[in-house]
């Protein structure tokens, strides 16, 4: 069935159920997928996936269903079971509509047109190249994936709001490891909505790098007290379970938020400059409509250090008697299958931090001393208190301009509110992550904690 007509359809039997208001959510996604496990192609696969989220209000009791669906009957199954829903839920203080018709701020970014087409075994080559690119220089792959996928989502409710999104998506992660008494592992991936971005050969080279140097690497018997640079892809995951959860409008109307005081005021150094950009055609999500129909702005999040505004989706502004920022997101950067389960949050479509003037090498020479963290275990923050003590699985350390040797199971402790108010230094080597785009940065204040 047509995801219109199966949102049609939805929209209609709420109305006909009590709902005051009703919002349907479809989506049709074709997702193309390669596994490797232990050097080899495991599982190629393709999975055409379809479903509907329906959203009611009855005054200001809201209620969400949602639903696989292939027919008609599927579509009104799930609206009956979203209007019961909201006759059982509690009224919310002020949230009693859903996003009204507003033409688009900006152009739909493009897309990348091979991959809806796109033979599977291309993938399977490709990721035949990354592997072999890691085995050629002495390491294994014990697993990794290679994904693409196409999506159409089709918004719709009863204030006579319709809107399309199209979008494409590549997600690419793989681990090396290299055999040793001490075995090393090395981390790949990559976001994109543009295949030409994945460097099969490249990535593969640099995966076994990582590899080769975290055997090499050694635990550290001393602690160092020096600037610290984190590279983009650790950056990205710091900053997520960090910055977004500050600049979240849920986050301030429950006075969660560190940063809920702080409108106008600053939170980081001045060389800091976070803007939610969705114009921008590298972000992994970026659209001219968030995922409830709200357009999408190219918004100031934080100017030379002062925070501007906060991410708001439908329900976090009406409590902030706020129009809404464009940041009701469903979708994530990494998969496209099942985004009609999920809820709209307030998150950054494309969180970008302006890059600096000199690149990683450049900066390295500049600095006496100093630790480049590669990779982490698991980085992440402390969200209300932006602490952290996250294990350095490879690590640089740095003397007199030059890299002096690896280390591992260090602790980088630090805080990353306080962070990002002591910047030495922004590299100028921007990248897609998840759903940012991020150059490495150079942290004052943090600490490499030795494990001797």
């Known amino acids: 069935m047509d995801i219109i007509e199966m949102a049609s359809s939805a929209l209609a039997v ?7 208001q009703a919002e349907a959510f479809t989506v049709a996604s074709v997702t193309k997928s390669v596994y490797v496990d232990d050097d080899r192609i495991k599982i190629v696969e393709e999975k055409g996936d ?4 329906v959203r009611v209000l009855k005054g200001r009791k809201l209620a969400q269903a949602s639903s696989a669906c292939a027919s008609r009957e599927d579509a009104e199954a ?14 919310s203080r002020a949230y009693d509509s859903f996003p009204r ?18 033979d599977v075994s291309v993938l399977v080559e490709m990721a035949k190249a ?23 989502m089709a918004i719709m409710n ?17 681990d090396a490891m290299a055999e040793g008494p001490a075995p090393g592992e090395g981390v790949g991936n990559l976001n994109s909505p543009w295949l030409r ?19 090499e690497a050694r635990p550290m018997d001393r602690s160092i007290k020096a600037p610290v640079m984190v590279t983009a892809g650790e950056l990205s995951g710091m900053l997520s379970s960090s910055i977004a959860f500050a600049l979240s409008a849920e986050s301030v109307n429950k006075r969660r938020s560190p940063w809920g005081a702080s409108l106008d005021k600053r939170v980081a150094s001045p060389e800091i400059d976070l803007v939610d950009d969705p114009s921008d055609p590298q972000g992994a999500l970026s659209a001219a409509y968030d995922d409830e129909g709200a357009p999408t702005t190219v918004k100031k999040i934080v100017e030379n250090g002062v925070l501007r505004t906060f991410l708001y989706d439908s329900y976090n502004s ?32 494309n969180l970008t931090l302006r890059p600096g003037q000199r690149s990683v090498e450049e900066i390295i020479s500049s600095m006496d001393k100093g630790v480049v963290v590669e990779k982490f275990a698991y980085p992440t923050v402390n969200p209300f208190t932006g602490a952290f003590a996250l294990e350095a699985r490879l690590a640089h350390l740095v003397n007199r301009g030059a890299i002096s040797g690896q280390i591992k199971h260090a602790l980088i402790v630090g805080n990353m509110y306080e962070g990002l108010k002591n910047i030495v230094e922004i590299a100028s080597d921007s990248r897609t992550v998840g759903d940012m785009v991020l150059p490495s940065v150079v942290f004052d204040g943090f600490e490499a904690v030795g494990s001797k």
């Open 197 to 215: 971005d994945y460097d099969p050969v490249r990535m593969g080279e640099d995966i076994a790098r990582q590899a080769l140097q975290a055997r």
């Open 78 to 91: 799930c609206a009956r079971a979203a209007a019961s829903l909201a006759d059982r839920s509690p009224a």
């Open 130 to 152: 990354t592997v072999g690119a890691a085995n050629d220089r002495g390491t294994k792959v014990p697993r990794g994936v290679l994904r693409v996928a196409s999506t159409m």
């Open 318 to 349: 009406s409590m902030s008697s706020r129009p809404p920022s464009g940041n009701g997101m469903r979708r994530g950067p990494s998969d496209a299958q099942y985004l009609f389960q999920s809820s709209p949050g307030c998150r950054p479509v």
């Open 14 to 20: 709420a109305r006909r159920e009590g709902a005051t």
């Open 101 to 118: 018709p507003e033409k688009a701020v900006l152009s739909p970014p493009p897309r990348d047109g091979r991959i809806a087409d796109l």
């Open 158 to 174: 009863t204030n006579g709001l319709e809107v399309i999104n199209r979008g494409t998506l590549v997600f690419a992660g793989y």
């Open 50 to 53: 379809q479903g509907l989220a």
